[in-house]
Protein backbone atom coordinates (compact mmCIF):
# COMPACT_ATOMS: atom_id res chain seq x y z
CA UNK A 1 0.00 0.00 0.00
CA UNK A 2 2.71 2.74 0.52
CA UNK A 3 4.53 1.66 -2.70
CA UNK A 4 1.00 2.38 -4.56
CA UNK A 5 0.89 5.96 -2.41
CA UNK A 6 4.31 6.54 -3.71
CA UNK A 7 3.89 5.91 -6.91
CA UNK A 8 1.20 7.62 -7.49
CA UNK A 9 2.62 10.61 -5.21
CA UNK A 10 -0.06 10.16 -2.35
CA UNK A 11 -0.53 11.35 1.06
CA UNK A 12 -0.11 8.52 3.13
CA UNK A 13 -1.70 10.17 6.22
CA UNK A 14 -5.23 12.26 6.79
CA UNK A 15 -6.70 14.19 9.83
CA UNK A 16 -7.34 10.93 11.65
CA UNK A 17 -5.63 7.50 12.33
CA UNK A 18 -8.38 5.47 12.94
CA UNK A 19 -9.01 2.08 10.92
CA UNK A 20 -13.01 2.98 8.94
CA UNK A 21 -13.28 7.05 10.17
CA UNK A 22 -13.52 9.68 7.71
CA UNK A 23 -10.60 11.84 6.75
CA UNK A 24 -8.20 8.95 7.74
CA UNK A 25 -6.02 9.27 4.79
CA UNK A 26 -5.09 7.10 1.57
CA UNK A 27 -2.93 4.22 3.43
CA UNK A 28 -5.85 3.66 5.97
CA UNK A 29 -8.08 4.12 3.49
CA UNK A 30 -6.55 1.32 1.37
CA UNK A 31 -6.51 -0.69 4.37
CA UNK A 32 -10.37 -0.01 4.89
CA UNK A 33 -11.14 -1.20 1.00
CA UNK A 34 -8.96 -4.37 1.12
CA UNK A 35 -10.52 -5.87 4.27
CA UNK A 36 -14.06 -5.20 2.37
CA UNK A 37 -12.25 -8.30 0.31
CA UNK A 38 -10.24 -9.84 2.39
CA UNK A 39 -11.37 -11.76 5.32
CA UNK A 40 -7.59 -11.57 6.65
CA UNK A 41 -7.85 -8.20 6.60
CA UNK A 42 -10.81 -7.90 7.43
CA UNK A 43 -10.54 -9.80 11.20
CA UNK A 44 -7.37 -7.95 11.37
CA UNK A 45 -8.21 -4.14 10.99
CA UNK A 46 -11.48 -5.48 13.66
CA UNK A 47 -8.98 -6.92 16.06
CA UNK A 48 -7.24 -3.32 16.19
CA UNK A 49 -10.51 -1.42 16.40
CA UNK A 50 -11.50 -3.65 19.23
CA UNK A 51 -8.13 -3.68 21.20
CA UNK A 52 -6.22 -0.07 20.07
CA UNK A 53 -3.47 -1.45 22.06
CA UNK A 54 -2.61 -4.08 20.45
CA UNK A 55 0.28 -4.28 17.49
CA UNK A 56 -1.37 -3.95 14.11
CA UNK A 57 1.55 -2.44 12.09
CA UNK A 58 -0.73 0.22 10.94
CA UNK A 59 0.73 3.34 12.90
CA UNK A 60 2.10 6.31 11.59
CA UNK A 61 5.51 5.28 13.19
CA UNK A 62 5.49 1.90 10.89
CA UNK A 63 4.39 3.71 8.09
CA UNK A 64 7.26 6.00 8.22
CA UNK A 65 9.93 2.80 8.48
CA UNK A 66 8.57 1.28 5.28
CA UNK A 67 8.72 4.96 3.76
CA UNK A 68 12.28 4.75 5.09
CA UNK A 69 13.35 1.04 3.08
CA UNK A 70 11.60 1.96 0.11
CA UNK A 71 13.77 4.93 0.01
CA UNK A 72 16.38 3.01 0.91
CA UNK A 73 16.37 1.02 -1.63
CA UNK A 74 15.45 3.40 -4.25
CA UNK A 75 19.02 5.43 -3.43
CA UNK A 76 20.80 1.87 -3.36
CA UNK A 77 19.45 1.20 -7.11
CA UNK A 78 20.33 4.96 -8.06
CA UNK A 79 24.40 4.71 -6.33
CA UNK A 80 24.39 1.02 -8.20
CA UNK A 81 23.54 3.23 -11.58
CA UNK A 82 26.05 5.64 -10.83
CA UNK A 83 28.79 3.38 -10.29
CA UNK A 84 28.30 1.53 -13.32
CA UNK A 85 27.76 4.36 -15.51
CA UNK A 86 31.18 6.49 -17.66
CA UNK A 87 29.38 9.83 -16.77
CA UNK A 88 26.90 10.91 -14.88
CA UNK A 89 25.31 13.99 -13.91
CA UNK A 90 23.45 15.80 -11.42
CA UNK A 91 20.12 17.67 -11.45
CA UNK A 92 18.81 20.02 -8.47
CA UNK A 93 15.91 22.03 -8.34
CA UNK A 94 15.18 24.94 -5.61
CA UNK A 95 12.40 26.78 -4.58
CA UNK A 96 11.44 29.11 -1.66
CA UNK A 97 9.27 28.16 1.02
CA UNK A 98 6.97 30.06 3.24
CA UNK A 99 10.00 32.07 4.96
CA UNK A 100 11.48 32.25 1.79
CA UNK A 101 14.35 30.53 2.52
CA UNK A 102 15.80 27.92 -0.52
CA UNK A 103 14.76 24.31 -0.43
CA UNK A 104 16.38 21.61 -2.48
Known amino acids: MIMFC ?25 ADLIGRYS ?9 SIENPRSVNYLSHSI ?11 V ?9 KAKYFSILL ?5 ISHKEQM
Open 6 to 30: AVHNLPLRGHREKVGKMNSGVFLGL
Open 39 to 47: PVMAAHLQR
Open 63 to 73: QNEFVNILGST
Open 75 to 83: RQEIIKSIE
Open 93 to 97: DCTPD
